[in-house]
């Protein structure tokens, strides 16, 4: 089955209200249909993913492009997840054990054989090497983009914004200054936000990661027209790879931005 059957058949859990729904529900009137399967809510891809989406929310409108995202967790998680994302939670569903994943053959990630461990054990240590680039290309390229900085993407913290929530004391976005400037991402502020997300993660750890044997499945992103043909997809090779423009993520939308009502600039 292609990935539109796939997920039109899909019914599973919604966070808003707990109830159990088809995942395409609603999608019917929009011109076109954005589906992301995340990896674990605690997965720092799919926490930064979220942060793109909300960073971008207002120039996307729901009557053109609907959003559905689905994560690997329980009702509990994805609360959370979307208290601390900003992410409606009516847009999001979530599965415990990856059965969507398997079913649309997401990368489940590295899966070396260590006799003797759990299946909890053994995601931990295919999860350590995975973080330094085994089975997971573009992982550590990635991790040293977000220090030393980017001047093909855009600037990430606003110089009048209070950063708070690592082990840091508070500090403003205007310090990023310092590292080289403004208007595009200075070195350590993406790392920054990443050790954001790690501390809420690591805070929360038995909300967001319900089941460990699944922290290496990896996500994809799908985006149909109306007619349930498929537009753009990326399956996400390996940690901090989902999308194909780490610089840009949501650069794949500028092929129909023209149709996206009040879309005032670009991606």
């Known amino acids: 089955m292609n990935p539109y059957t796939i997920l039109n058949q899909t019914r599973l859990q919604r966070v808003s209200d707990g109830m159990t729904r088809p995942l395409l529900e609603n999608c019917e009137t ?8 995340w990896p674990q809510l605690g997965d720092f891809d799919s926490l930064e993913y979220a942060w793109w989406l909300q960073r971008e929310a207002k120039k996307l409108s729901d009557e053109k492009l609907v959003i559905r995202a689905v994560g690997i ?22 599965e415990p054990n990856g059965e ?6 997401l990368y489940s990630g590295l899966n070396l054989s260590f006799p003797g461990l759990s299946p909890a054990q053994k995601a931990w240590l295919n999860l350590v090497l995975m973080c330094a680039g085994f089975g997971s290309p573009g992982t550590l390229r990635e991790v040293f983009r977000g220090y030393r900085g980017d001047r093909q993407a855009p600037q990430l913290i606003e110089d009048d914004e209070i950063i708070q929530g690592t082990p840091l004391p508070a500090f403003k976005g205007s310090f990023f200054q310092l590292a080289g400037g403004s208007g595009f991402q200075r070195p350590f502020e993406l790392a920054t936000l990443r ?3 790690m501390v809420e993660v690591l805070s929360n750890w038995h909300t ?3 089941n460990s044997a ?5 996500g994809g992103t799908f985006l149909f027209d109306t007619k349930g043909q498929l537009l753009y997809e990326h399956l996400d090779p390996g940690i ?9 993520p949501l650069s ?16």
């Open 252 to 267: 794949f939308l500028s092929s129909i931005e023209t149709e996206l009502a009040g879309l005032g600039n670009q991606f």
């Open 208 to 210: 967001y990661v319900l």
């Open 100 to 105: 969507l994943h398997h079913q649309l053959k």
């Open 240 to 248: 901090l790879g989902f999308a194909a423009n780490m610089s840009q």
């Open 30 to 37: 929009a011109s076109y249909i954005l589906v992301l399967v």
């Open 73 to 94: 967790g329980n009702r509990a998680s994805g609360t959370r997840f979307c208290e601390y994302t900003g992410f409606p939670p009516e847009n999001l569903f979530v």
């Open 195 to 197: 050790l954001r997300n």
């Open 214 to 218: 699944y922290l290496t499945q990896r």
